[in-house]
């Protein structure tokens, strides 16, 4: 794995890589964070779906539907660049990473007032359709998801 590795990183010269331990893509530094100690073929698709990233120039998303849209490109971008290797990206991994991103999303959509299903306002703002509570969530989709009631629901509010 680690030839492979290595091959791939003196082919995509243009992209800064920094050892890591953990795979992303930096748009603020547009650089590549990953494993030195990569091992499985797994590492190896995880690289290829960063490299996707820098490919697709990919920047912060603005809304949480972007971030699957673009996770999704990154990953068809990887299984294109994942053939000059012969190399395939199994559809059960990549659908596997997308359920991580689809279950945080979901998490924060969840009203902590009557746990309903909400609605995104702005990059941090959700709302209820239900209950009409507001509340603000974390950007960061590493830590716990918080949720904190912005107003009190209106009584007897349809």
């Excluded at 509570?133 to 974390?138: F, H, L, P």
Aim: some cysteine; aromatic content about 10%; charged content about 25%.
């Amino acid at each position: 794995m680690q030839n492979t590795i290595n091959t791939i990183l003196s082919e995509y010269s243009t992209i800064q890589f920094l050892e890591d331990t953990m795979y992303f893509w930096s748009p603020k530094n547009r650089e590549i964070h990953y494993k030195k100690s990569a091992s499985t073929e797994a590492d190896v698709w995880k690289l290829l779906h960063e490299i996707g990233h820098a490919l697709l120039n990919h920047e912060r998303f603005r809304i949480d539907i972007e971030l699957i849209h673009m996770e999704i490109a990154a990953w068809s971008k990887a299984k294109q660049i994942a053939k000059k290797y012969d190399i395939e990206i199994l559809d059960n991994h990549i659908q596997d990473c997308l359920d991580t991103y689809r279950d945080w999303l979901y998490r924060r959509s969840i009203c902590p007032n009557c746990m309903s299903t909400g609605l995104q306002d702005t990059a941090s703002v959700y709302r209820c359709i239900n209950c009409l509570n507001t509340w603000r969530v974390s950007a960061s989709r590493t830590c716990r998801t918080y949720r904190k009631n912005q107003r009190a629901p209106v009584a007897g509010a349809l």
